[in-house]
Nanobody, 128 residues
Framework: VQLQASGGGLVQIGGSLRLSCAVSGYTFSRLTMGWFRQAPGKERECVAAINEKGATTTYGDSVKGRFTISRNNAANTVSLQMDNLKFEDSAVYYC??????????????????????WGQGTLVTVSS
C-alpha cells in the first residue's frame, strides 16, 4: 500500500491549506483513513480520521471547527481542509491508513498504532 501526501507549504496565520493523499495498492474503500501531525519535540497526534464510507469522522480537540477531513472513494483520495490556521498548527502532516474497520468512533481511531500504512509526510508552516 502506498500513500502519497501533498499540499503542504507556508501559510500565514488565519490562512487555509488543503492537504491531499492518494492511496494505491489496496481497496481504498476498505481502509480507515487518518491525518496525523508531528511538530519538533512533540509526539505524533491524530488530527482527524474518517471511516471507510466517509460517514463518520473524528477530530483532535485542537482542530475541531477549523479542519475538515473528507474522502473520495472513486478517486482513492483523502483530503484535509485546514482553515483559520494557527502558529501551533505548524508540523509535518502524515496521512495514514488502517485495515481495522469501525474504529473512528472510538479512541483507537485516533491512535497511531492502529494504522498500518503511512505516507511520507508533508510540511505545513504557519507564520505571521
Amino acid at each position: 500500500v502506498q500513500l502519497q501526501a501533498s499540499g503542504g507549504g507556508l501559510v500565514q496565520i488565519g490562512g487555509s491549506l488543503r492537504l491531499s493523499c492518494a492511496v494505491s495498492g489496496y481497496t481504498f474503500s476498505r481502509l480507515t483513513m487518518g491525518w496525523f501531525r508531528q511538530a519538533p519535540g512533540k509526539e505524533r497526534e491524530c488530527v482527524a480520521a474518517i471511516n471507510e464510507k466517509g460517514a463518520t469522522t473524528t477530530y483532535g480537540d485542537s482542530v475541531k471547527g477549523r479542519f475538515t477531513i473528507s474522502r473520495n472513494n472513486a478517486a482513492n483520495t483523502v483530503s484535509l481542509q485546514m482553515d483559520n490556521l494557527k502558529f501551533e498548527d505548524s508540523a509535518v502532516y502524515y496521512c495514514a491508513a488502517s485495515q481495522l474497520p469501525n474504529i473512528v468512533g472510538i479512541m483507537k481511531g485516533r491512535t497511531a498504532s492502529a494504522y498500518d500504512y503511512w505516507g511520507q509526510g508533508t510540511l505545513v508552516t504557519v507564520s505571521s
